[in-house]
C-alpha cells in the first residue's frame, strides 16, 4: 500500500468473517441451530456453498422450504445463544491489527457497518483495542436476518464529508456487494468468511483471498 495512496480515501469494513474471524463460531451455532429441528449437521464448505440473506432463505435451501415463523424465531435464537458461547474464542483476522494501522496513517479514514448486533459489536470492537482506527462503528438495529442495504445507507449518512464515489466496502458476503452498489460506493469481497470464491465472484467486483490484497484494491479503487 502506498504511504499516501489513501488519503481521502475511505474504507467501511465488514465485521464478522471479514475484520473478526469467527467462522469456526458460526458453523458451531449453525448446526447446534440446525440439530434443533432435527437437520444433519453441515461442512464449511456446504455453508459456503448455500450461505444467503436473508438468513431464511439460506435455510430453505437445506430444508426445502422457508422456515415457518415460530421455526425461524427458535433458531435464530438457538443460534444467538451459541453464538456467543463460541465467538469469545475468536480473535481479529491475520494482520488485521496493522492494515487498519497502515490505512490511518497512510490518511484514510475507516469505518465499521456490520450486520451484528450493535450493542455486542461495541465492547467486542473495544476488546480488542482498535476502535481508535475508526471514525463510526455501526452495528445492526432491529430484527436479524435481513440485507444490509438500508443499514449501509444510515451508515455512510452518519460519515459527513465522505463521498461514495471514494467509499470502498470490504466484506465476505455477496450481501456487501448489493449494500455497497445500493450506496454507490466501491466493493471487494473476501473469502475468508461466509462465502466460497465461486460464489463470490458472481458479484462483478473484485475477490480476494485476504484482507492485504483487500485494502490494495480498495486503494486502488478509491484513489
Known amino acids: 500500500m502506498g504511504k499516501h495512496g489513501a488519503r481521502g480515501a475511505h474504507i467501511v469494513w465488514d465485521w ?5 474471524h469467527d467462522i469456526d463460531a458460526v458453523m458451531a451455532a449453525t448446526n447446534a441451530a440446525f440439530a434443533e429441528i432435527g437437520l444433519e449437521p453441515i461442512s464449511l464448505e456446504r455453508y459456503r456453498e448455500l450461505y444467503c440473506v436473508p438468513i431464511p432463505r439460506f435455510y430453505e435451501r437445506l430444508m426445502g422450504r422457508l422456515p415457518t415463523e415460530a421455526e425461524w ?10 453464538y456467543h458461547d463460541h ?3 475468536c480473535r481479529l483476522a491475520e494482520g488485521a491489527e496493522s492494515l487498519l494501522e497502515r ?25 480488542f483495542g482498535i476502535e481508535r482506527r475508526f471514525v463510526r462503528v455501526d452495528g445492526r438495529t432491529g430484527p436479524s436476518g435481513g440485507s444490509k442495504a438500508e443499514h449501509m445507507a444510515r451508515h455512510l449518512a452518519g460519515l459527513e464529508g465522505i463521498p461514495a464515489v471514494r467509499t470502498v466496502v470490504i466484506g465476505d458476503a455477496l450481501d456487501d456487494a448489493v449494500a455497497a452498489a445500493h450506496v454507490g460506493a466501491h466493493a471487494v469481497l473476501y473469502t475468508g468468511g461466509s462465502h466460497d470464491r465461486a460464489g463470490l465472484v458472481g458479484a462483478g467486483v473484485p475477490v480476494v483471498d485476504t484482507l492485504a490484497e483487500a485494502v490494495a484494491e480498495a486503494e486502488r479503487l478509491a484513489g
Open 16 to 20: 464478522n468473517g471479514t475484520l473478526f
Open 73 to 82: 424465531e427458535h433458531m435464530d435464537g438457538v443460534f444467538q445463544r451459541h
Open 87 to 89: 465467538h469469545l474464542r
Open 103 to 127: 490505512w490511518q496513517d497512510g490518511g484514510g479514514t475507516q469505518s465499521i457497518m456490520s450486520m451484528y448486533g450493535h450493542e455486542d459489536l461495541l465492547p467486542l470492537v473495544r476488546t
